[in-house]
């Protein structure tokens, strides 16, 4: 069996940019797909970022119990499915890109999945981040900041804190917190 790795961080921190790197440095890490109801955005695709699925689906999977956690956030759905996780923890490690309502609520289940949490640099950097996207208007990056400012203050709840100051080091951190529990 494999552990489970939660990795939170506000939107705009560069989790999808420090997960790859961290992917490619280990391939026997695997990642969760999450499900949503939110559109992808144009480097995305369906069943490798997110399943994209409709509301009447996601509600349905609320139904048939499928999901180990979900949440509401920005006005759209997003799910773990619980059977991929558990048959991924079968062939080893198990990464999950989840925002800390939901990590908080996979941990009531699992109490040894194993909590990182990004932190930006700066207030500013993370700012200059969700503007440079340019798929956000000036309501959403207010919503977003505050969302950020909220989801940092739980990262005390978190058993890793890391800040992506540079992906690399971010990176790398993450690998070094990996192959620490490998040793346990
Ligand atoms: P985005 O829309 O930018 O891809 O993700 C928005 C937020 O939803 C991120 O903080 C991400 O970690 C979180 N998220 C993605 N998948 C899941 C999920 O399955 N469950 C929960 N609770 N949050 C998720």
Redesign the pocket.
């Known amino acids: 069996m494999g552990k489970l790795f939660i990795i939170?961080?506000?939107?705009g921190v560069g989790?999808s940019t420090v997960l790859k790197k961290v992917m490619a440095t280990r391939p026997d890490l695997q990642f969760s797909v999450?499900?949503?109801t939110?559109d992808p955005r144009p480097e995305e695709v369906d069943g490798v970022h997110?399943y994209f699925v409709t509301n009447e689906q996601f509600e349905k999977m609320i139904a048939e119990d499928a999901f180990l956690?979900?949440?509401g956030?920005?006005m759209?759905w997003?799910?773990?499915p619980a059977k991929q996780v558990e048959e991924k923890l079968e062939q080893g490690h198990v990464i999950?890109?989840?925002?800390p309502?939901?990590?908080f609520?996979v941990r009531a289940k699992r109490s040894d999945a194993i909590l990182i949490f990004i932190e930006p640099p700066s207030w500013e950097e993370l700012e200059r981040r969700l503007r440079s996207r340019g798929d956000t208007s000036d309501e959403q990056i207010a919503m977003r900041l505050e969302r950020a400012k909220w989801e940092t203050e739980q990262k005390s709840k978190y058993d890793y804190v890391v800040v992506n100051d540079q992906v690399e080091a971010c990176a790398d951190q993450i690998l070094h917190i990996i192959a620490q529990a490998d040793m346990k």
Do not use: F, P, Q
């Open positions: 939170s961080g506000a939107s989790k999450s499900a949503t939110r997110y956690e979900y949440d956030h920005n759209k997003y799910g773990t999950l890109d989840i925002e309502v939901g990590a609520n």
